[in-house]
Structure formats: structure tokens, C-alpha cells
């Protein structure tokens, strides 16, 4: 062979080559296989890949009118289980506190993921809500029911959830109220319930008070607040009326210094 021929053939396949490794830098330029694919979480909410590291985004001040109306909606700690009448329970009892009035509805053993005793899943009863209501505030509490249902699915519910409860209130401002515990020392698994919680709540710019951070139930006082034989572990009527005034107290500090906290606790399966 003759070496004109040779050398025509090699630059011929360099040119060859170049034009493929073009090829694929513009596809690789479109195409981005390492690239993850966009987001579908709701807005504001934590992702599902980067669960433990939300974006905080900081609250807007609270503020309520002179005599707001508020929707406290949970499990059977709002239902005012354990007190003489549940209508002594923290929720009704936090109206005057307030110097407005509760709209009540709470369950008994409901949750994001669990069905109460009375009624379905948070999301369910939420979806269920009288949009006329149109109260001045919402303060979402607990639950510590879901505890024994796991990690997979919840932050999905607690989203959903939350999603549609602002859907219905576009109005209100939203507290969170985080478990509370029945027992001490706190049980691992509303330890995470808390903190996801808390994490998906800054994730919305939506305020958090952590009863487990805040050390509302301790050694000290835990037996005048948990009534630990009829109750079942529920809050007593004192009980009540001490977390009442603890639910007053952070309201009013959240009304000068934004904060959210997020700790841990356990309780009965009809909480």
C-alpha cells in the first residue's frame, strides 16, 4: 500500500471521529443523564430526596385580631380526652385565653396516616372541613398516633394534608403543634415524628411549637398533667388547662420572635 493512501484513510477517520464525539457532546449538553429529574413536591414542602435537610423559609409575623376565631384541629388531646368534660379540654379552654372562640374538632386515635376511633385520617377530616368558616388562625396538633405506621408514606400525608388545609383556609394563619408526650422519657418514634414535623413546617413558612422541645411535660410535673390511671395517659382536666395556658404563652411569643424547634415523645393508641 502505498503510504499517500494510508495517510488519506487515517485523516479520514479522524474526521470521522470528531464529528460523533460533537454528536454526543450536544446530546450530553441536552440531555444531562446525570441530571436529576424536577422536583413534584408541593410548593414550599421538603422534597422526598432531601427529607432531613429542608429549606427553612422564615414565618410571617403572627398576628390575630382582638378577638380571633380559631380552628384547633387534632387527635383526642384536642378532643379533650381524660378531662371531667371534654369540653374542658385545652382546645375549648384556649378561646378565652385567646379572648375569642374555638371551633373544635378533634379524634380520637386519628392521624396523617392512622383512622381514628371517631373518624379517618387527618387528610380525610381535613378535606371535610367548612370552608365558611373562615377562622382567623388554625392550629394543626400532633399526632403522636402515627408513631407505630412508619416512616414510608408520612411525609407524603402530613404534605397532602397541609396542601388542602390551605386550599380551604387561604386566609388563616397556621400553627403547628407538635405531639406532646404521655410518658416520659420520649419515645423514639414521635422523636421523628416531631422533627419531621417541624422540618416540613419551616419548609412552608408555616410557625412550630414543639411541646417535647419546649419541655412542657417533665419528671417534675408529669403526674400533674398526665393522668396516668382512668386517663390513660391522657391529659387530667388540670392537665388541660395547664396546656392551654402553655398554647396561649407560645402564641403570644411568636407574635415577636420567630423560631421553629422540633424534639420527641410516645402515647397510647387512642391519643
Known amino acids: ?46 422534597s422526598d430526596g432531601d427529607l432531613g435537610t429542608s429549606a427553612v423559609i422564615a ?30 379540654g385545652y382546645a375549648y379552654l384556649l378561646g378565652d385565653l385567646l379572648g375569642g372562640e374555638t371551633i373544635v374538632n378533634g379524634v380520637r386515635g386519628s392521624g396523617y396516616l392512622k383512622p381514628g376511633i371517631d ?37 407524603e400525608a402530613v ?12 386566609e388563616a394563619t397556621v400553627v403547628v403543634l407538635g405531639p406532646a408526650p ?3 422519657p420520649v419515645g423514639a418514634a414521635t422523636a421523628r415524628i416531631d422533627t419531621d414535623l417541624s422540618e416540613l413546617a419551616a419548609a412552608r413558612g408555616w410557625w412550630y411549637v414543639s411541646p417535647v422541645a419546649q419541655d412542657w411535660i417533665t419528671a417534675q410535673n408529669y403526674l400533674d398533667v398526665i393522668d396516668v390511671e382512668v386517663g390513660r ?6 392537665g388541660h388547662r395547664y396546656l392551654a395556658e402553655k398554647v396561649a404563652a407560645a402564641l403570644d411569643e411568636l407574635r415577636v420572635a420567630p423560631a421553629t424547634e422540633a424534639g420527641g415523645s410516645e402515647t397510647t393508641p387512642d391519643e
Open 159 to 170: 404534605n397532602a394534608a397541609w396542601d388542602a388545609l390551605a386550599t380551604t383556609y387561604p
Open 1 to 46: 500500500m502505498k503510504p499517500t493512501a494510508t495517510r488519506r484513510r487515517v485523516g479520514a477517520a479522524g474526521i470521522v471521529i470528531a464529528l460523533l464525539l460533537a454528536v454526543a457532546a450536544v446530546v450530553l449538553g441536552v440531555w444531562r443523564p446525570w441530571t436529576p429529574m424536577p422536583s413534584t413536591a408541593p410548593l414550599g414542602a421538603a
Open 182 to 184: 404521655h410518658e416520659l
Open 59 to 88: 414565618p410571617a409575623p403572627l398576628v390575630l385580631p382582638e378577638h380571633p376565631t380559631v380552628l384547633v384541629f387534632g387527635d383526642s388531646w384536642t378532643y379533650g380526652s381524660a378531662a371531667s368534660d371534654p369540653t374542658l
Open 233 to 238: 395517659k391522657h391529659p387530667s382536666t388540670e
Open 119 to 155: 373518624g379517618p385520617t387527618f387528610g380525610e377530616r381535613i378535606a371535610a372541613l367548612d370552608p365558611s368558616l373562615a377562622p382567623d388562625l388554625v392550629i394543626i396538633q400532633g399526632s403522636i398516633n402515627d408513631r407505630a405506621q412508619g416512616v414510608a408514606g408520612y411525609r
